[in-house]
């Protein structure tokens, strides 16, 4: 066959509806290629106004992010700080507990000496058969009150005690 004969078969063959049809089909397209990331960073997305971040791409419009690691120990100064500060609320809500501690104790204290004395006052008004009928019934007035102040005021020596040994 000479080379034009072959050019033109070649040409026919070219033109043909098969070659045609065989030369317009789409292969299937790839997929695109997946972003890469380095190690010490993260996809940052936003899909509706909300922003995401992930260790997979998100889609067609995700960044990457490189996050700063950190070198060397941790900031122990500033756990000593923190360590130091909580301490000093401790201390302080525990001042505050005492001094409420103590006020509650003497406000009972007053309580009972109130009390005391409109009970004391009554007897004074009562009619008693002796004078030693009415100084037995002062006394057990007196007895009564008198331990419940005293274990008042134990609890307040109790509260002050507590404050020494912590301090």
Do not use: W
């Not at 080379?3 to 789409?26: C, D, E, F, G, R």
């Not at 992010?65 to 923190?82: C, E, I, L």
């Not at 030693?132 to 007895?143: F, G, N, P, Q, T």
């Amino acid at each position: 066959m000479s080379i034009k004969k072959t050019v033109i078969l070649v040409t026919a063959l070219a033109l043909s509806p098969v070659a045609v049809a065989a030369t317009n089909t789409k292969k299937p397209q790839d997929p695109p290629p997946k972003k890469t990331k380095p190690k010490n960073s993260m996809f940052k997305c936003e899909k509706d106004g909300v922003v995401t971040f992930s260790q997979l791409s998100c889609g067609d419009d995700a960044n990457v992010v490189t996050v700063k690691m950190s070198q060397g120990r941790p900031d122990t100064a500033g756990r000593d700080r923190n360590t130091k500060r909580q301490q000093e609320v401790n201390s302080y809500v525990a001042a505050q507990d005492k001094s409420r501690g103590i006020a509650r104790h003497e406000a009972k204290v007053a309580r009972y000496k109130e009390q005391m004395a409109k009970e004391f006052a009554q007897l004074q008004q009562t009619r008693f058969h002796t004078i030693k009928e009415k100084d037995e019934a002062i006394e057990a007035l007196s007895k009564k009150y008198n331990a419940l102040i005293e274990k008042q005021h134990k609890a307040i020596t109790a509260l002050h005690e507590q404050g020494k040994e912590r301090g």
